[in-house]
């Protein structure tokens, strides 16, 4: 049988640290499904397509990772492309109890199991929210993402 993840969020954008856990990820799991997350209650900088398309940069040597958008519950998203777990990263402490609220939700509602990470320890301190802010006051954003991917040719 093979075992499939889903690796949730909203990616805005999706950073080094997002790609370090799906690479760690893939050392448990057969395949993961990068799902994003749409809110349309919150306000994006880079839309669906263009988070879609740096996974895309991010992966495209790789069969065993693929990336979709989703506006349902976590659970009907792991539901609907057939994964057992939810793949999850942690940053920080204050990371950990939000985190371990949606696994208990997910769990209870699914019977969906959830595996944490810890970020690497020289990514900790990457969120997309420092991205971005990096990224709106012209700041060479590069370090922070992936191997391989242009933000250059996603923003054209």
């Not at 909203?10 to 799902?35: M, N, S």
């Not at 792991?78 to 057992?84: D, E, I, K, M, P």
């Not at 950990?96 to 595996?115: P, V």
Request: proline share 3%.
């Amino acid at each position: 049988m093979t075992q499939k993840a889903i690796f949730p969020g909203t990616f805005d954008p999706f950073t080094i640290g997002h790609y370090r856990i799906v690479e760690r990820g893939l050392q448990i799991f057969d395949k993961i499904v990068i799902g994003i997350g749409v809110n349309t209650g919150k306000r994006s900088l880079f839309t669906v397509e263009q988070r879609k398309d740096i996974i895309k940069q991010a992966f495209a040597d790789n069969d065993r990772v693929s990336v979709e958008s989703y506006d349902c519950l976590t659970v009907d998203f792991a539901r609907n492309v057939g994964a057992q777990c939810v793949l999850r990263g942690l940053r920080t402490v204050a990371d950990f109890e939000y985190e371990r609220s949606m696994a208990e939700a997910n769990a209870k509602l699914a019977g969906l199991e959830t595996i944490v990470l810890y970020t690497d320890a020289e990514n900790a301190f990457v969120s997309s929210t420092v991205v971005r802010d990096l990224y709106l006051f012209g700041k060479d954003i590069t370090p922070f993402l992936p191997p391989k991917v242009s933000i250059n040719k996603i923003i054209q």
